[in-house]
């Protein structure tokens, strides 16, 4: 199962963290295999990599167009 993390909003990505971190821990204390373990913490990784690229878009977004602040030292 395939899921494409860059299309959630942010808030979407921290209830699916919230949601994957449970899991994980069920399976940590239901001594779950090493490679489910690994699929989840692959799943968490691939949040935390859309999460970046969503922060990343919109500090760029903000730097490209004039500064919405207007403090600019420059």
């Excluded at 919230?18 to 699929?39: D, F, H, L, P, W």
């Amino acid at each position: 199962m395939e899921i494409d993390y860059l299309s959630m909003t942010f808030d979407q990505l921290m209830e699916k963290q919230r949601m994957i971190s449970k899991k994980y821990n069920a399976a940590y204390s239901g001594n779950a295999s090493q490679e489910v373990k690994n699929q989840i913490l692959s799943h968490m990784d691939a949040i935390r990599q859309a999460m970046y690229e969503i922060g990343y878009r919109q500090s760029f977004a903000a730097s490209d167009s004039d500064d919405p602040f207007k403090d600019s030292i420059i």
